[in-house]
């Protein structure tokens, strides 16, 4: 049993059952794609902060989901990637729980700046003329500060209550990191006040954010219809396309997890990499390149980056 193997404060993560060779391999791809996430997000940032053009509303707002990701990203994969090539995959409780708890911080963060996101989208198509004083500095800072506040109170009494439980061995959990689902299983009480809260207060944080999401959209869209250009259509659903597919790829991993769970603990492991690893890579990505501003904005700074070289050189 692995209570002859870890202390009494200490748990063992399972994560992936590989052999040497495989866990080389899987540390080699989740550690390149750590480091891109991390280069990817840090460039959107520079660019939002070092272009004027992109002191708008909604690249305030992508800044903050960028910073967002690298911490996301950071809280699970440095972890897991040490666990790969280390046969010691132990963590402690206390560390296991305040792991836990920065997780669902910005897991609840993601699902708050998504619903704020498309808030803007919505007052910029719906409601142009009013859009800059709605969504003024002062505005944004106060929906920025809002979503910050709201996501580190979220699941602190969850938390709480759970750090008061009491855990019954054999202390294993069968996942890469401290999720709430895995640490439950090896408490001693069911049903608890911790268990009670966090299962409402994500699902109501998870679905509450996408019907926002999705009825901001659906007036989105019929105020699109009834533009009478064709290019003004275009172009406004050509600042909506990035923020919509983030949306869809985000929720489809995080409702499987968190609202309606998977049995197999395997399934549920696979799926928690798609949004703790793939996702955050994949949305700079998107933003990126369904983004012709940004575009734009890569390709002087590559511009530059070229010639300062030449210059160098010569």
């Known amino acids: 049993m692995a209570d002859n193997y870890t202390t009494e404060a200490e748990i063992l993560l399972v994560g992936f059952n590989t052999t040497w060779e495989q ?164 408490s001693c009480t069911r049903n608890s006040i911790s268990e009670i809260s966090y299962t409402y207060i994500a699902r109501f944080i998870i679905l509450g954010c996408f019907t926002l999401i999705m009825v901001s959209y659906i007036f989105i869209i019929l105020t699109i219809v009834k533009l009478p250009s064709t290019s003004g259509r275009q172009n406004a659903f050509a600042t909506c396309t990035s923020h919509l597919t983030v949306v869809f790829i985000y929720y489809g991993t995080v409702i499987f997890i968190y609202v309606c769970p998977y049995e197999s603990l395997s399934v549920n492991k696979v799926v928690s990499v798609v949004y703790a690893a793939v996702t955050p890579l994949l949305n700079p990505i998107i933003y990126t390149l369904r983004n012709q501003e940004v575009k734009a904005a890569l390709k002087r700074v590559i511009i530059k980056l070229k010639e300062l070289e030449r210059a160098t050189v010569n």
Request: charged fraction near 15%; hydrophobic fraction near 50%.
């Open 23 to 186: 866990g080389v391999i899987v540390f080699i791809a989740i550690f390149t794609i750590y480091l891109l996430t991390i280069s990817a997000n840090i460039l959107i940032i520079s660019l939002v902060r070092a272009n004027r053009r992109f002191h708008k509303p909604m690249y305030f707002f992508l800044s903050n989901f960028s910073f967002l990701e690298i911490w996301y990203t950071s809280a699970t994969l440095p972890k897991m990637l040490t666990d790969f090539l280390s046969k010691k995959r132990y963590i402690s409780l206390k560390g296991c729980i305040v792991q836990f708890y920065f997780c669902a911080v910005l897991g609840s963060m993601e699902n708050y700046l998504l619903a704020v996101m498309s808030l803007d989208r919505f007052i910029a198509i719906c409601y142009p003329l009013r859009y800059p004083i709605l969504m003024n500095d002062k505005a944004c800072v106060q929906l920025a500060g809002g979503v910050w506040f709201m996501s580190f109170m979220s699941p602190l009494l969850p938390v709480v209550f759970l750090s008061q439980l009491s855990f019954c061995g054999p202390r294993v959990i069968d996942h890469f990191f401290c999720d709430f689902s895995p640490l439950m299983e090896l």
